[in-house]
Nanobody
Framework: QVQFVESGGGLVQAGGSLRLSCVAS????????MGWYRQVPGKQREKVAT????????NYPDSVKGRFTISRDNAKRTVYLQMNMLKPEDTALYYC??????????????WGQGTQVTVSS
């Protein structure tokens, strides 16, 4: 059974930092590129970071480039998202998922519960 368990969200002031974690099970973790997504109620889910299966290549949209860093530990089956210089517009429910490639917008599996990030101004 494929499962993604996200954690590390919380309430932080603008300019602050958070580190999200996602533990994956039921997939060949080291063989999959992974991505972090976020969603605000009433809006489409947005991809915010992807990382290749080896961790050697990453990709970010302009909205988070230079502030967010994705990384992974294949031995722990965990992908991380370090978020710095947070802005109120980063407030969202954050999810992880496997992706076909770091340039693909599509997630491969069903979603986990996500972890809420709230940035106050």
């Amino acid at each position: 059974q494929v499962q993604f368990v996200e954690s590390g969200g919380g309430l932080v002031q603008a300019g602050g930092s958070l580190r999200l974690s996602c533990v994956a099970s039921g997939i060949s973790f080291s063989g999959n590129a992974m991505g972090w997504y976020r969603q605000v109620p009433g809006k489409q889910r947005e991809k915010v970071a992807t990382i290749s299966s080896s961790g050697g290549t990453t990709n970010y949209p302009d909205s988070v480039k230079g502030r967010f860093t994705i990384s992974r530990d294949n031995a722990k089956r965990t992908v991380y998202l370090q978020m710095n210089m947070l802005k109120p517009e980063d407030t969202a429910l954050y999810y992880c998922n496997a992706v076909a490639s770091i340039n693909s917008p599509f997630a491969l599996y069903h979603w986990g519960q996500g972890t809420q990030v709230t940035v106050s101004s």
